[in-house]
């Protein structure tokens, strides 16, 4: 918990039962139980794809297999109106306590105690199944750190410091409580209109099957499938800084509900990420937010001087931290998800701290890309190799564009559905400032640090 920058870990998992989920092997155990998949097409745009803007398909992992392996039409169902050649599809974001509910003994497949977790299993970690060229767009978590296990094909990860964060134009819109999106196509970006953006320095890993990748805490990224068929597993591992973090999350729900639904509805801003059912009230959004304030402070007294965890963290309050997205879908309501308490587990690591990681053939430090060639790059980490890892071929995103093709979306949906272009930066031609424009400032992380810190002095914190 030391790590301060992305690390891979190589031969830890060589015993998990997990690296044997395929989808093959996948499809068999879900006996033709549908999941949804989120589908893009494979082309480049300025903009990024963003949830809003995507296609949607209830499948079977059958079909989808049938689907990305070019088998006739008939055998892909509903897959069957996507052409391959010009479709991506995402299985995200798919809690294994969920789908594979009924087959609890196989949450034992994840063994995350190899890391140092006891009791963390495959009941506390996501399920990933894309097609070449399915991607996430750049965002970071605002709560935990990320472990991410590669099991099947490659993805390629592009990670950028928490200190890059106002040269990637953060933005709450589309809003999803923990997510905070970047307006920058990282594939593709528009420097013209993000042009800070050329600040930026990139971390960029290809992930192999069998490999364990660390995000740290507030680290962007932006991840791509590069092969036909790729499957991870990955698990968010709460801190104590989450409290405060819950805090933020709060007060950002309440003003981004508050603006956006005294909004026309006629405008047709799909300002919310499917993973949001709905807005919610600002009752219960002020009831939420008295909740996150209670369990920040909660956390602080139970902290004893000296200590920087709680002592009685448990396996429950480890799943309602697991709830980091589509906190809905699994029934975990501003009302009834019970906040971390008492579980604070992992402190800010000392600078001495990092002298002793012992980094070498199975913990491979990611470094920045170097600055030497005008193409962007990545690193393929190879078990039994060094222990840093130099992006020989990337450089500074200014220094050049991305020129190589990327099996990206389009992004004509979601210019459809945003006319005036209010959901990116406004265009120096528009003299309009729009709603969008003005929550781009009102939440923006910096701001909402400040407001949440200025409310806990109010209450005496």
Request: aromatic residues 10%.
């Amino acid at each position: 918990m030391s790590l301060q920058q992305p690390a891979v870990f190589c031969n830890m998992v060589g015993d998990w039962p997990a690296l044997h989920w395929n989808v093959k092997y996948l499809s068999a155990v879900l006996e033709g139980k549908t999941i949804q998949f989120r589908l893009g097409l494979k082309t480049v745009d300025l903009v990024p794809q963003f949830e809003t803007s995507c296609s949607y398909v209830e499948a079977t992992l059958e079909e989808f297999l049938a689907w990305s392996c070019g088998q006739p039409s008939c055998l892909s169902g509903p897959f069957s109106c996507y052409d391959y050649s010009k479709y991506w599809a995402y299985a995200d974001y798919k809690y294994i306590a969920k789908i594979f509910e009924d087959k609890p003994e196989i949450f034992q497949d994840v063994r995350w105690s190899d890391f140092g977790f006891p009791g963390r299993s495959g009941k506390e970690s996501t399920l990933w199944i894309g097609s070449e060229g399915a991607n996430t767009p750049c965002h970071l978590d605002s709560y935990g750190c990320n472990l991410v296990l590669q099991v099947q094909g490659r993805k390629r990860w592009h990670l950028f410091p928490p200190g890059d964060t106002s040269f990637l134009y953060p933005t709450r819109i589309p809003y999803e409580e923990s997510s905070i999106f970047s307006k920058v196509n990282i594939a593709n970006p528009d420097l013209k209109r993000f042009p800070k953006f050329r600040n930026s320095t990139a971390h960029v890993v290809t992930l192999s099957p069998g490999q364990v990748l660390l995000v740290p805490r507030h680290w962007w990224h932006y991840v791509e499938s590069i092969d036909p068929v790729t499957v991870s597993i990955n698990s968010w591992i709460e801190l104590d800084a989450d409290h405060g973090a819950r805090v933020e999350e709060a007060i950002t729900r309440m003003l981004v509900c508050a603006i956006k639904s005294a909004e026309n509805p006629s405008d047709g801003d799909l300002w919310l990420n499917p993973t949001e059912v709905e807005a919610t009230s600002h009752e219960i959004n002020l009831q939420y937010l008295n909740k996150a304030v209670s369990a920040y402070l909660k956390c602080q007294e139970a902290s004893v001087p000296g200590q920087a965890h709680c002592s009685n963290a448990g396996a429950n309050q480890r799943t309602n931290a697991s709830c980091k997205r589509k906190r809905r879908e699994l029934g975990c309501e501003p009302e009834s998800c019970t906040l971390l308490t008492q579980e604070c587990d992992f402190p800010t690591p000392k600078a001495e701290e990092l002298q002793k990681i012992p980094f070498g053939p199975h913990l491979i430090l990611v470094l920045p890309q170097s600055h030497q060639t005008s193409v962007m790059g990545e690193v393929a980490v190879e078990s039994g190799g060094g222990d840093l890892l130099h992006e020989n071929e990337g450089e500074h995103f200014g220094k050049s564009h991305c020129k190589r093709k990327r099996l990206l979306m389009s992004n004509d949906c979601e210019r459809a559905a945003h006319p005036v272009d209010s959901d990116c930066s406004p265009c120096t031609s528009q003299t309009a400032l729009s709603t969008n424009d003005l929550l781009d400032c009102l939440v923006n992380p910096r701001v909402i640090s400040l407001v949440a810190q200025l409310l806990l002095e109010r209450m005496g914190v």
